[in-house]
């Protein structure tokens, strides 16, 4: 079975940067698309990004778009979230997720990360 880890949440000042990854386990993420969603204490779950499968593009939410990118690396079968200019709204819990559809929003996503705490603030 698929198995997903986060890590690389912290602390950062707004303006600053992190990288997440999401390291897989139990199958090839490249038989699957990948999004991340994040959660604000007391905010519903929003959807960050979407990768579709190898060779295709990347949708990304409108209030990351430009700051966030999401990447592979195959060899490690893990996926990454580059996050630069970060804003105290980028604050939350960032899960990774995978689904067996083909085509962003690929909702349902039958695997989920465990989560990593992302907190923007000086």
């Known amino acids: 079975q698929l198995q997903l880890v986060e890590s690389g949440g912290g602390l950062v000042q707004p303006g600053g940067s992190l990288r997440l990854s999401c390291a897989a386990s139990?199958?090839?993420?490249?038989?699957?698309?990948i999004a991340w969603f994040r959660q604000a204490p007391g905010k519903e779950r929003e959807g960050v990004s979407c990768m579709n499968r190898p060779g295709t593009g990347t949708w990304y939410a409108d209030s990351v778009k430009d700051r966030f990118s999401a990447s592979r690396d195959d060899a490690k079968n893990t996926v990454f979230l580059q996050m630069n200019s970060l804003k105290p709204e980028d604050t939350g819990i960032y899960y990774c997720?995978?689904?067996?559809?083909?085509?962003?929003?690929?909702?349902?996503?039958?695997?989920w990360g465990q989560g990593t705490q992302v907190t923007v603030s000086a």
């Open positions: 139990g199958a090839s993420l490249d038989s699957y698309t």
């Open positions: 997720a995978a689904s067996v559809y083909r085509w962003c929003p690929a909702t349902p996503y039958d695997y």
